[in-house]
């Protein structure tokens, strides 16, 4: 045990010696069980898995668009990364859809590009990266919907960000929780947002 740690222990700080970038730490690091590991803006972010409510409002969200998914024929799933063209960020979204075809980045990451819609539930540990990082990177991943369940702002919200125009969304619609909200096209479905409710 203690010779794996030790060796676990050099690699990282070969790696870290290297100048290796947040990306190419990403690729090397093996499955973290438990921990959710994303690169966004460039910086590597470590996290523990979201508190159950946070897992149950992404469920939620599924249940309420299943009937359009299968309709539609398109996938979707809690947890899996994406990779943005240009800077490689790779960010794990609480919630994507996505065609079953998605294009991918290697095997483990839909290009983000690709997909149809991502969400995240706000959790006090990523205020700022939901709020204001990830909207930046979601619209730079050219991801037509980004879909933002805030239960812990001020007044508990959900907001849709649409319309990507100079690598960022031009329109925000933000309605609080209870009340109807339109996911624009491709989505084209009036989110009944009440089963965010707690």
């Known amino acids: 045990m203690m010779e794996e740690k030790h060796q676990t222990e050099s690699t990282y700080a070969k790696l870290t010696r290297t100048g290796m970038t947040a990306r190419e730490l990403f690729d090397a690091l093996p499955p973290i069980p438990d921990l959710r590991v994303e690169v966004i803006e460039g910086k590597m972010l470590v996290s523990p898995m979201g508190s159950p409510e946070h897992g149950w409002m992404a469920t939620r969200l599924h249940n309420a668009l299943l009937p359009l998914l299968t309709q539609r024929g398109w996938e979707a799933a809690m947890g899996l990364n994406l990779c943005v063209e240009g800077p490689r960020d790779s960010p794990a979204p609480d919630y994507v859809v996505a065609p079953s075809d998605c294009p991918r980045w ?54 849709v960000f649409s319309e990507i125009k100079d690598d960022a969304y031009e329109v925000a619609i933000t309605e609080q929780i209870g009340a109807p909200i339109m996911l624009p096209a491709p989505i084209d479905f009036e989110l009944d947002t009440s089963i965010f409710k707690m």
Do not use: C, F, H, N
């Open 106 to 159: 290697g095997k483990w990451e839909l290009l983000a590009s690709g997909v149809v819609m991502v969400a995240e539930v706000v959790s006090p540990s990523s205020v700022y990266t939901d709020r204001v990082e990830k909207r930046r990177t979601y619209a730079l991943g050219r991801v037509p919907i980004y879909v933002l369940i805030d239960p812990i702002a001020d007044e508990p919200s959900v907001t």
